[in-house]
């Protein structure tokens, strides 16, 4: 069956950086640091201080107060980037087979903090007197379902659960399952709010996280003295659809999804497999599916989380991948601005690989300061740039071995 191309034609985010795109994508340009002291909750007892949080999070600004009570955070942040993405694709509901609409979004940990609160709540007064709504606000699924609840999506509703993968998992899933002929649509991304007490001191205890107390200091990828990433929360939500539908309907288009790479290291927990190997098997394979050669590749979003194995591991397998022409694209994480959102991670970089197609434009990796010889390739320092990039790729890699690349094509329709 010949292959159907898929377009990207609606965004929404919220993030550490903005409750919407348009101020996500500015104050990426402006290499704005969404990194600050933690907010929702006492953390001084705690080794962490530091998070990438929404900032100002009202959610009744878009969504029903009735629903907001029967959303846990991660929910609310799907939501809200839902509806800017269905609005900002000018889709008529009225005039499609919901059928043929699909949703898949991500999340790696969903309401946790409604299960924290709980939890303490059922330890006073009994726990068979939990909420009614505490298992279907905050299981995993549910920001997926609420979505397709909203809109009517009646194709397949999934939530990949793949750690740090999962937005990455989530746009490559509904990639092909749109080229195969599955749906003409769907809604996918991944959404996070894990900037909670028992989060933060899990990652904490496997020594993930930085300690430090000094925001431009924190979230370093690739600098030498990276140790440990900083917790981001937020969602990315992308409205993908089939390109003849697209035209058709007179849908403006941001980029074509044309690759997608899916692997396992099947080696460790929560290392990379040495050298980066699954990584580099993903990356190749994003490539490869879009039938392409590795030298037409101009950027990479990497996953760049600021912790020692990652950044030297990703390094390496780009190296492998990309050989002498590793040296002679931009490689950055912009994770250096919004932390590490978890599951919410790869959709909204790819967003930010969406727009830096669009402008021509390679956000930079901030608070870049000491060099490490074992992370030597371009990194856009600390300075964002203009550039002339047609294919640009986005990588997530996440404990448990998952790896997750979306391969997208400059727009020039």
């Known amino acids: 069956m010949e292959k159907r191309r898929v377009v990207i034609t609606g965004m929404g985010t919220v993030n550490p950086l903005g409750h919407n795109t348009a101020d996500s994508w500015q104050a990426v340009r402006e290499g704005v640091c969404g990194i600050a002291p ?5 953390s001084s007892a705690q080794k962490v201080h530091l998070a990438a949080e929404v900032k100002d999070w009202d959610p009744t600004v878009y969504i029903d107060k009735r629903e907001v009570r029967h959303m846990a955070r ?15 694709s000018g889709l008529d ?9 699909a949703v898949i979004v991500s999340s790696g940990i969903g309401g946790i903090s409604t299960t924290e609160s709980e939890q303490t709540r059922c330890l006073q007064r009994g726990f068979d007197k939990a909420s009614p709504f505490y ?3 905050s299981i995993a699924n549910m920001a997926a379902g609420q979505i397709a609840i909203a809109f009517g999506f009646k194709g397949m509703c999934t939530c990949p659960v793949t750690a740090c993968a999962g937005g990455s998992n989530a746009v490559g899933d509904a990639f092909r399952h749109i080229r195969d002929g599955y749906a003409d649509m769907a809604l996918c991304g991944g959404a996070e709010a894990a900037v909670t007490p028992l989060s933060i001191g899990g990652f ?15 979230s370093i990828p690739f600098d030498g003295e990276r140790d440990g990433f900083v917790m981001g929360e937020g969602a990315g939500i992308l409205l993908l659809e089939e390109y003849e539908h697209a035209v058709a309907r007179g849908a403006k288009i941001y980029a074509e999804v044309v690759g997608y790479g899916a692997t396992c290291d ?5 290392a990379p497999a040495p050298g980066g190997e699954g990584g580099a098997r993903a990356m ?11 030298d037409q590749v101009d950027y990479v979003n990497a996953h760049g989380t600021s912790t020692p194995l990652n950044d030297s591991g990703e390094t390496a397998a780009i190296k492998t991948v990309f050989g002498d022409h590793a040296y002679k694209m931009a490689v950055s994480s912009t994770k250096s601005m919004t932390g590490h959102m978890l599951g919410a991670a790869g959709a909204v970089e790819a967003i930010f690989t969406a727009l830096a197609l669009k402008d021509g434009y390679l956000p930079a990796t901030i608070n870049y300061k000491t060099p490490d010889p074992a992370c030597d390739l371009d990194y856009v320092p600390n300075e964002g ?5 047609h294919y640009a790729l986005s990588n997530s890699l996440g404990f448990g071995g998952h790896n997750a690349c979306v391969l997208l094509k400059k727009w020039e329709g």
């Open 385 to 389: 740039r203009s550039a002339d990039i």
């Open 38 to 42: 933690i907010t929702q909750y006492d």
């Open 74 to 88: 991660y929910t609310q942040f799907a939501m809200a980037s839902a509806k800017e993405a269905m609005a900002d």
């Open 284 to 294: 190749a394979q994003a490539i490869q599916d879009a039938g392409i050669t590795a």
């Open 266 to 270: 099947a080696y460790h927990i929560t």
């Open 135 to 137: 298992i279907p606000t």
């Open 204 to 218: 904490t205890s496997m020594r993930a996280l930085h300690v430090g107390d000094d925001p431009s200091r924190a």
């Open 93 to 101: 509901l009225s005039a499609e087979n919901l059928e043929r609409c």
